[in-house]
């Protein structure tokens, strides 16, 4: 029988993004690492996994004593703190971790994070982007955009459309969509 080896993941920074995140990840029942210097978040999340660490300085040697080198995925939620989130994603690149996401709240911190070799995610920025979208249409129900030339939109389709195949509506001629699912 083949089993597939448990994904682990890192989170560091649990302010209300890295929290949100860590808990979510636990709850999936995925192996976790969590680290912050604030003793209380730590604490919080000890009720989610037994691999939380108080760690003050985000030294590499620090980080590897974490076991943070060991998961498959890190995420550094530090957002305000620019020059803590370079260092701190440099070191967990040095580390080896084959896949790195960081946070970031400026396009410039973003460039940074991007050129260390980090994927980077602008939460407050994503998520307005998404709201905006649901918004100014009453027809998406929700939006996820995936690059610039590319985004996934849960759509509601109109009264005059029903009863009618994908292929009679021809959505890629008359509105520039792919339609990828039904629900």
Same mark, same amino acid.
């Given at each position: 029988m083949n089993h597939k080896q448990k994904k682990s993941y890192g989170v560091i920074g649990l302010g209300r993004f890295g929290m949100a995140l860590a808990i979510k990840l636990a709850q999936a029942g995925v192996e976790l690492i969590g680290i912050d210097?604030?003793?209380?978040?730590?604490?919080?999340?000890?009720?989610?996994?037994?691999?939380?660490? =108080? &760690?003050?300085?985000l030294g590499i040697e620090t980080?590897?004593?974490?076991?943070?080198?060991?998961?498959?995925? =890190? &995420?550094?939620?530090?957002?305000e703190k620019i020059d803590a989130s370079i260092l701190t994603t440099l070191h967990v690149v040095q580390l080896g971790v084959k896949n790195v996401i960081s946070k970031a709240t400026t396009d410039d911190q973003g460039s940074l994070l991007a050129i260390l070799g980090a994927q980077v995610v602008f939460p407050e920025r994503d998520m307005a982007e998404r709201l905006a979208a649901k918004l100014v249409s009453t027809n998406v129900m929700d939006y996820i955009s995936i690059s610039n030339e590319v985004d996934?939109?849960?759509?509601?389709?109109?009264?005059?459309?029903?009863?009618?195949?994908?292929?009679?509506?021809?959505?890629?001629?008359?509105?520039?969509?792919?339609v990828i699912a039904l629900v």
């Open positions: 210097s604030d003793e209380c978040k730590v604490k919080e999340l000890r009720a989610y996994t037994e691999h939380a660490f =108080v &760690v003050g300085d980080l590897r004593e974490t076991g943070i080198q060991n998961c498959d995925t =890190v &995420v550094i939620c530090i957002g996934i939109s849960e759509v509601r389709v109109g009264e005059h459309m029903h009863g009618q195949t994908i292929r009679s509506i021809d959505f890629r001629k008359h509105f520039n969509l792919n």
